[in-house]
């Protein structure tokens, strides 16, 4: 599955320059919550939440995602205006990979996350 879109989303904030955004990603369920370009889980569980975010926005952005992998399906997000995007993962040994690329004021910057999910057996790695 890959979701893609794009929109504009006008606000009133003036807009800083491009450029001091990051992006990453962090698993739920749990025990790491920072995001990192490349994040593992870390608890078992029998679906997991895939969560990617650009974050230190400032002003009006607009949003493409792309989402590749062995996901289920989109929990929330991944639209034009969202500047999250959240998948659900079966306990699988699965890579999903999100690249976003948002724009303002005419400026993109596109960026890369790894949401890599381990196979659990029970409570241990199998």
Known sequence: ?????TFTLAGATPAAA???????CRI???VVLTWNT????SAPASTYNAGFAVQNTSGSYTFSWSISGPYQSINTGCTATSSSCSVW????DATIVATVTY???GQ???QTSYATIN????????
Request: net charge positive; proline share 3%; with cysteine.
């Open 103 to 105: 724009t303002q004021n």
């Open 28 to 30: 739920a369920p749990g």
């Open 108 to 110: 993109s910057r596109t």
């Open 1 to 5: 599955m890959v979701a893609a879109a």
């Open 38 to 41: 490349y994040c593992t889980n």
């Open 18 to 24: 491009i450029g001091q955004e990051t992006f990453g």
């Open 119 to 126: 196979r659990y057996c029970g409570s241990q790695l199998c």
């Open 89 to 92: 993962v079966a306990n699988s």
